[in-house]
């Protein structure tokens, strides 16, 4: 995929002239020794989970570039970009999984400078930002919870800041060894259980007094009290924790029967024609859902669903994606899929599935 764009350009054909780029601050600045392309046009809602974690395992050197890249737009725009577009913050979709691709990138062998990366990404978790900023950070820090008054999607927000903040604790204890900072950030990824509405048993928008405020139906693809999703989509995006997602449930069996269930009402239409209200694979929300048999036992259940995925979703027809490509994360969670293993995204584990090939 052509995404991440170069951005750079050669104002002469001697080799020894530094490619130039236009930054963040709309100057033109001359490209760091330490990198060979400034990269741009960064679809990081969609990317991180997929074809970011490709990159950094396939190209090191490049995901260094791209991460670099994040660093100069938040020294020369003042914030870590959440989608970045050429020259600027577009501000686009939700979450701040630019520190997402930084970790994990890192975990994986890019290098850039660790305490300059450090300082980005706490002023995205802890500050107020010009740009590409946490809603309602003031009540997230304070209750746990994006507020449903400052957002209809305070759901989804609340689990996205708060698998964030599980690669930050991660980056804090393991990287800077900062030890109180990670019990912080750590103690915030938990967050996701503060909009889990335990008598609907689905994770829900919440009102500052306490309150939930569940959607009427929760098949409707459309809701705008979700992100691009339905509650079912949203019911399982706890990436970073999937043993305290599983306890929500009550029991393991009941968690496998639920998820399950969400896999086989989708294949009743493999279609995709319309976006799914059960398990979507065209769309980023779920798509880590099969994966997490694993963590309930049940490797068999993640074999013969990513194989379900691949077979019936996936082709080299023209329409052999099940969605918009969406800058490569498509295709990156088919290539996954296809040599039987899966990045939990910030970290440095993989989920082992049903490689296609007898050896790679």
């Known amino acids: 995929h052509m995404a991440p764009t170069s951005f750079e350009e050669f104002p002469s054909q001697d080799p020894s002239v530094a490619p130039l780029y236009r930054g963040f601050d709309k100057n033109v600045h001359s490209l760091p020794t330490n990198m060979k392309k400034y990269y741009s046009d960064m679809s990081i809602w969609d990317t991180h989970r997929t074809e970011m974690p490709w990159l950094a395992l396939l190209d090191p050197d490049r995901a260094s ?36 691709i930084l970790v994990d990138s890192y975990l994986k062998g890019a290098r850039f400078d660790v305490n300059v990366a450090y300082e980005a990404m706490v002023q995205a978790a802890t500050k107020v930002q010009a740009h590409a900023g946490r809603t309602d950070i003031e009540h997230y820090l304070a209750k746990g919870y994006v507020s449903y008054e400052a957002s209809s ?102 968690f496998v029967d639920q998820l399950n269930l969400f896999m086989s009402r989708a294949a009743d239409d493999p279609y995709n024609i319309l976006p799914n209200p059960y398990y979507w694979a065209g769309n ?34 023209p329409d052999g994606l099940p969605g918009n490509d969406d800058f490569g994360t498509m295709s990156a969670w088919a290539i996954f899929a296809s040599l039987g293993f899966y990045p939990q995204a910030g970290s440095d584990r993989y989920l082992v599935g049903s490689p296609m090939f007898s050896n790679v």
């Not at 791209?66 to 970009?81: E, H, I, V, Y």
């Open 65 to 100: 570039d791209m991460a670099n890249s994040l660093l100069l737009m938040f020294k020369q725009g003042g914030d870590l970009p959440r989608w970045p577009m050429a020259d600027g913050y577009t501000n686009c979709m939700i979450g701040t999984h630019a520190i997402i």
């Open 153 to 254: 999607k305070s759901a989804s927000e609340t689990l996205e800041y708060a698998y964030d903040d599980w690669a930050l604790g991660t980056f804090a204890k393991e990287v800077m060894n900062r030890p109180e900072d990670a019990a912080v950030f750590l103690n915030r990824s938990e967050n996701y259980r503060n909009v889990w509405a335990p008598g609907q048993q689905f994770f829900c928008a919440r009102s500052l007094n306490g309150s939930f405020d569940c959607p009427f139906t929760w098949l409707n693809v459309f809701d705008n009290t979700y992100v691009e999703g339905d509650a079912w989509h949203w019911r399982w995006f706890v990436p970073q924790n999937p043993a305290g997602l599983i306890s929500l449930f009550g029991s393991v069996p009941f």
């Open 284 to 317: 980023e929300p779920d798509i880590f859902a099969p994966w997490m048999f694993n963590f309930a036992g049940r490797p068999d259940l993640t074999q013969k669903w990513t194989r379900y995925q691949l077979k019936t979703q996936y082709s080299s027809k």
